[in-house]
Each structure stands twice: as structure tokens, then as C-alpha cells.
């Protein structure tokens, strides 16, 4: 049953993957006299299948493909090589949680290639198997077809095996409910409109989903069209790494929706869990599963109600979520600040040192009325906001800046861009007006096209207008006493603090 032909154009792919995958098993400490990248191995031959989502999937609408092994034996890198059909489907992404590294998706027209390994001296995986799940968009309307062509495994001892699939998923791509479909004008479309899998919440009104005891509340205006929300009660947890000083304190749920992208406006989560895990020595919260790090992260705004025995918190995306409980860190009083007693900013400031986003100095002082740095004033914004993310500019400035993590987060997700020549001046004192842009940016508030009523408004930079304008409309920031806004200043410690405190306070009115 071995395929003789093969995509030539997408061969390179398991290539890189054999040797990601030696390389991982040689850093394990595996002998290299066992290994033959050549060596094929008679197995039993195990079954390949595809399992779709939505066998009916709407026009615009994704539609997932999963690729299942049953029967297999200790497969510790897998290459997958399938076809889809181009006329009705658009292939987006791919994604394993079973193996810790890929290589990026070989697409050429119909043909993809997929290819992942484990990390490490560890086993392969044994039984029926989840390898993979594709994601496409449902492009036009007919029937199409994904087809697994062939699939190379290669062993913990790198012995590589290869199996035709040949494993068919039929799907037909149907039009919404307003979409005549095609024919003549005038014409109602034959083609049925099922309903996607899962709950309907329209754009506008946003709404509540639930289901085998947990809760989504979506806000109005939380995605940009009608969206299908499902909430599954995982029955497998095992290829979920495990964290030392987590405890699982109820059921993982997988949360879903049926369009790409993230949120535009948090939405909020609440699961149950076992009461019995409350004591004083330990404490729960909310998490989510990131899969690329493999770590669990807690979410926002936790709230716990023991009446109900639930724990609720606020993300902008959908995952996989859990209840976890974790032991009390031991409570640090803040530092009695010396210098603010009496301030008008000393609310904000206690506020803040309290959460851990901003520290007095070593003699016990905070100098609310020094100035703060740019990288300051970046990290302030990051540890307030809980910001995570990668990819951001690398300035020539910043390489060795103890700050470099911060601003790396901030510049990732536009929130920081820099200066002309590359630059980001750490250490630069921030000024009102650039404080005000990242500050907005942060808070994902929308520029305001008037409102900048200051006897020097005409000083404010053109990049700082509409920023400065939603800021002073909220109260966020204020002028001074005699009538001015001195966008141009120096921020002062202070009212980094206090702008701060009241975003967040305006965050939560609304």
C-alpha cells in the first residue's frame, strides 16, 4: 500500500521536521547510533479519518477539519499531506495540541502540507489520536471534498513509516439565510440554511450562552456581525500540560465561536467549581490555556460567588478555560509612602503601589511630583493593562533596557511605535501629550474629534488630537488651573498614577 507519487513542490516540509525532530531527541541525550532517518518499520497499519465540524457550513463562515489516528503506536512526528477544494474553501490555518513544535503550513493551490513533533525524550502517541484540526473559510457555494492523501509517521527511535490515507470529508458550502444564492434574478435559492453548531448572539444586542453549567455573557457590540457560540465539557485533558502549582478545581470547557478573530469589547466567562477547595491556605481563579506556551493564564476581573459556587473573569477571545486553585501568596503590606500624605494624588498612587504597578523608592518616598520616563510609563501601562504578547519592534536602544520586555509587549500591539530614527528613548522623560496616546491606545479608547477647549490647544501635535480630545472628554486628564492643557510638559509621577486609576474607574461605567 506504499504511494509511490508524491507532492514534489511540498517534499521540503518533512525534511525540516526530521530534523527538528532529531535535533529535539539529540538534546534529550538520545544515543545517535539507534537512529536511521531511513528505516522503515513494519507496523500494524492504523486508521486515518476526518471528522468536519459542520458538514453544511455557510457562506464566510470557517469550517474545522480534524485528522484522527486510531491504532497508532508511539508516533512522535507526524507529516500530513492533503488536498482541499479550492473552489469552495479557503484554507486558513492548522494547529495540533498533541505536539509541541510545527512547521508553518505548506499550501501550493489544492495541496497542503502539515508537519509536527514532539520536544524531548519523551514517548510518542499511542491510540486513537487527535493529530491535527485545519481550519478553512467556506468561500462559495457546491460541494467540495478534504482529502488526507498520505500520512509519514516517525517513531521516539526515528524510524519513519509511511500509510496512504486516503480519507474523504464531503462538506457543502450553503447560503445564508439572505444570500439568494445563485441563479436567476428573482429566484429563492433551493440550497437549505442550517444553523451552525451552537447559540446565536446578534452583534447588537449581545447575549448569554450556557451549557453544562457554564456561562458566556457577550456585550453589545463585542464582535462586528451575528456570531454561533458552542461550550463543550472536555472528557480528555490529557495532552494539557499540567502546572505544579495549579490544582484542576473542576471541568475544562472548550469555548468556541464560528468566526475568526478576537473580541472588540471583553466578554465574560463564568464556570462552577468544587467549593471544597476553599480554605485560607489556597485560592481560586480563572484561567485560559494558551497553547503555544503551554501554560495556563488568568483572566481578568475575577470574581468569585460562593453562594453559586462559581468564578467569573473578562478575555477578549475564545479557548479552552478551567477553574484552577492555586496556594495564597503571603499578603505584602505596601510600603507607608512618606511623601504623598495629603497629596491630591494620593488615593491613585496608594491604589496602584497596592496592585503592584508602581513603587515608592528605597528611603520610603514615592516623589509624586518627579518626572516619569518613557520605559516608566510603558511598563506602568503594561502591568496595569495585564498586556502579553510577541513579535513587537526591536529598537536599537532598547536590546540591553530593563525594560525591553515591556515595551517589546507595547510596541507588539501598537499601543508604542517609537521615533523616526528607530529609537524609542527609554529614558526619555514622557510627555502629556505621548502619555495621553499610549495611554488611549492601551484602553482601546477611540479618538474624539473635538473637545480640546485650552487657551494653548493649539500646541497639541496633530498625532495627539483626537487621543487627548477622549481623554479630557472623560476626565481622564485635565487642564491646569489657569487655563491651560501643557500638552508639552513633563508627566509627573502622579499623574501617570491618577490617569491611570481613572481610565480604568471609566472602563468599568460602562
Known amino acids: 500500500m506504499r504511494q509511490t507519487k508524491r507532492m514534489t513542490a511540498l517534499l521540503p516540509v518533512f525534511h525540516q521536521i526530521r530534523i527538528v525532530c532529531l535535533s529535539f531527541l539529540l538534546a534529550g541525550s538520545f544515543l545517535l547510533s539507534v537512529f536511521s532517518l531511513t528505516t522503515l518499520v513494519a507496523y500494524a497499519a492504523p486508521a486515518y479519518t476526518l471528522s468536519v465540524s459542520n458538514n453544511q457550513p ?48 505548506a499550501v501550493n493551490g489544492s495541496q497542503i502540507v502539515l508537519a509536527f513533533t514532539k520536544v524531548g525524550p519523551i514517548s510518542g502517541e499511542t491510540g486513537t489520536v487527535v493529530l491535527a484540526e485545519m481550519v478553512f473559510e467556506a468561500t462559495a457555494l457546491g460541494s467540495g471534498t478534504v482529502e488526507l492523501k498520505k500520512v509519514e509517521t516517525v517513531d521516539s527511535a526515528i524510524n519513519v513509516v509511511d500509510f496512504d490515507a486516503n480519507a474523504i470529508a464531503s462538506l457543502r458550502v450553503v447560503a445564508t439565510s439572505n444570500d439568494s444564492g445563485q441563479g436567476n434574478p428573482g429566484q429563492t435559492s433551493s440550497v437549505s440554511t442550517p444553523e451552525p453548531e451552537g447559540v446565536k448572539v446578534q452583534k447588537d444586542t449581545g447575549g448569554k ?77 480563572l484561567y485560559w490555556y494558551n497553547e503555544e506556551t503551554a501554560k495556563w493564564v488568568k483572566l481578568d476581573d475575577i470574581k ?43 488615593a491613585g498612587i ?29 511598563s506602568m501601562i503594561v502591568r496595569v493593562f495585564h498586556l502579553t504578547a510577541t513579535g513587537g519592534t526591536a529598537f536599537s536602544d532598547t536590546g540591553s533596557h530593563w525594560a525591553k520586555d515591556a515595551i517589546a509587549i507595547a510596541s507588539a500591539m501598537g499601543i508604542v511605535v517609537g521615533y523616526e530614527d528607530g529609537t524609542f528613548g527609554p529614558d526619555d522623560n514622557i510627555t502629556r ?25 493649539g500646541d497639541v501635535s496633530a498625532w495627539a488630537q483626537g487621543p487627548l480630545a477622549a481623554l479630557t472628554a472623560k476626565g481622564v486628564l485635565n487642564g491646569y488651573e489657569d487655563g491651560t492643557l501643557k500638552p508639552k510638559a513633563f508627566s509627573t509621577r502622579a499623574e501617570a498614577a491618577v490617569s491611570m486609576m481613572r481610565i480604568l474607574d471609566a472602563q468599568q461605567v460602562q
Request: a negative charge; proline letters at 5%.
Open 58 to 105: 455557510i457562506t464566510g463562515r470557517e469550517v474545522r477539519v480534524q485528522v484522527i489516528g486510531q491504532g497508532l503506536s508511539d508516533v512522535y512526528a507526524t507529516e500530513l499531506q492533503a488536498t482541499f477544494n479550492t473552489d469552495h474553501l479557503r484554507f486558513i490555518s492548522a494547529s495540533s495540541t498533541r505536539f509541541g513544535y510545527a512547521v508553518t503550513p
Open 304 to 346: 468569585i460567588d460562593l453562594v453559586k459556587g462559581t468564578v467569573s473573569g473578562s478575555v477578549t477571545h475564545f479557548t479552552k478555560f478551567a477553574v484552577l486553585a492555586s496556594a495564597k501568596s503571603a499578603s505584602v503590606k505596601p510600603p507607608a509612602l512618606t511623601d504623598i500624605k495629603g497629596h491630591w494624588a494620593e
Open 209 to 285: 450562552v450556557e451549557n453544562n453549567g457554564a456561562a458566556v455573557n457577550l456585550p453589545a457590540g463585542a464582535v462586528g456581525s451575528d456570531i454561533y457560540v458552542s461550550i463543550k465539557k472536555l472528557s480528555d485533558t490529557s495532552h494539557l500540560k499540567p502546572d505544579p502549582d495549579l490544582k484542576l478545581a473542576g471541568d475544562v470547557y472548550e469555548i468556541i465561536k464560528d468566526v475568526a478573530g478576537p473580541f472588540q469589547k471583553p466578554v465574560t466567562i463564568t464556570l462552577p467549581f468544587n467549593t471544597s477547595l476553599l480554605d485560607d491556605e489556597h485560592e481560586v481563579a
Open 433 to 457: 501629550e505621548q502619555m495621553a496616546v499610549i495611554l488611549a491606545r492601551a484602553a482601546q479608547l477611540a479618538s474624539a474629534n473635538s473637545g480640546l477647549d485650552y487657551k494653548d490647544s
Open 350 to 378: 496608594q491604589k496602584l503601589v497596592k496592585a503592584g504597578v508602581i513603587d515608592g523608592y528605597q528611603d520610603g518616598t514615592f516623589q509624586p511630583d518627579s518626572t516619569v520616563t518613557r520605559s516608566e510609563f510603558v
